[in-house]
């Protein structure tokens, strides 16, 4: 199973780090296109916060908290023994993620976001494997408990 968290983490990175570039290389900031109008476009933004454009202010302080997540979580998958399959993938797209935003923090000082909803903040490939992994373990952590009850 170690070799499917690779797996997951490298493509969530690449995947994350090729949608970037493409949106660097082919938009100005600040620009959207629409893809389905008033519903979903491609606009590129940049934050120096978290996911979705949170905590602006804490750049910093972001980064310090992102190598120490990427520490902790790659522990959980590749240290403790007794982590669920489940958990194990969840904690894969969630490190990839991290990995992705945490290259363009170091990078570029700031994070690349494009993918536009209308109805929510803007985000990338990167926040939506986070935000994947962490609705899996809550997902996890509530009925595999009322399973096994």
Known sequence: MRKKSIIIIFAV??????TKYFIVKNFYLGESVAVIENVFHIT????????????????NILL???????ILISILIFIKKDISRLNQIAFSFILGGAFGNL???????????????RIWPIFNIADSAITVGIIVLFYHSLFSKKISE
Do not use: H, M, P
């Open 13 to 18: 990175f690449v995947l994350d780090r090729i």
């Open 44 to 59: 590129y933004i940049t934050n120096t916060g978290t996911a979705f454009g949170l905590l602006q202010k804490y750049g």
């Open 64 to 70: 310090i908290f992102s190598i120490i997540a990427i």
């Open 103 to 117: 290259f363009d923090r170091i990078f570029r000082g700031e994070i690349i976001d494009f993918l536009d909803f």
